[in-house]
């Protein structure tokens, strides 16, 4: 079955740096690949959506990448604020299922 | 316009139990996803409902049942709790017929097993 990596370990930034996740998989490519943002107690938001023919997307300060080559895709987060802290999910479509990984947790610090 | 919601909130039960979770999902979407997630993890998915059909399921036992109403909401049912049932269970409806793929997740439901 697919598996999903993210960084278990936290990502620790300053406010206004760019803060950047990886999520790397194993087996088949995704059909496509999203990200979602995590709250403590609350459930996923769907932040953005990539297809596996589509190297870049961009939403605000939001930016993902897509290399199916690396089996790997890059979510980046510009002029970061405290606000931005939270787990960010990756999670991959694949046989008409979904697959997550485990998330990463972010902390942004003022 | 109400996004999805599930009830109960939290839920206490003991092994061996059974017990029902519910789930509306937002409005004007017809599939309904249901996950599971321990503390620490991502969510694992359990099955997908479309058309009151079970349409996909992941690798979960057979404990673990749902039903979709012909109004969309959907049903999760796990017989024969156990310990490791302990978790947060999500719902998260998506728009099928739309030719979308976003989901949309409630707020979950804790569930406790004793």
């Known amino acids: 079955s697919q598996k999903i990596e993210q960084n278990s370990e936290a990502l620790n930034i300053q406010e206004g740096k760019t803060a950047t996740l990886t999520c790397n998989y194993t087996?088949?490519?995704?059909?496509?690949l999203q990200w979602y943002r995590q709250d403590p107690g609350r459930g996923p938001v769907f932040l953005l959506l990539i297809r596996e023919n589509e190297k870049e997307k961009r939403k605000e300060r939001l930016k993902v990448t897509f290399d199916t080559t690396l089996k790997q895709s890059l979510f980046h987060i510009t002029a970061s604020q405290p606000a931005d802290s939270a787990t960010y999910l990756c999670a991959l479509y694949n046989f008409n299922k979904f697959y997550f990984g485990s998330g990463t947790k972010l902390n942004v610090k003022p | 316009d109400a996004g999805v919601t599930q009830s109960p909130t939290h839920l206490i039960k003991t092994r061996g139990q059974q017990v029902t979770l519910r789930c509306s999902p937002k409005?004007?979407?017809?599939?309904v996803s249901w996950y599971q997630q321990a503390l620490g993890q991502g969510p694992q998915f359990i099955f997908q409902y479309y058309e009151e059909e079970e349409r996909q399921r992941g690798n979960f036992p057979d404990r673990f049942s749902g039903h979709q109403f012909p109004n969309y909401s959907s049903e999760l049912n796990v017989n024969a709790l156990l310990l490791g049932d302990s978790a947060l269970y999500l719902c998260?409806?998506?728009?099928?017929?739309?030719?979308?793929?976003?989901?949309?997740f409630g707020p979950g439901t804790r569930l406790t097993v004793l």
């Open positions: 409005s004007g979407h017809d599939t």
């Open positions: 087996n088949y490519s995704p059909a496509y």
């Open positions: 998260a409806s998506s728009w099928t017929s739309g030719g979308t793929d976003t989901q949309y």
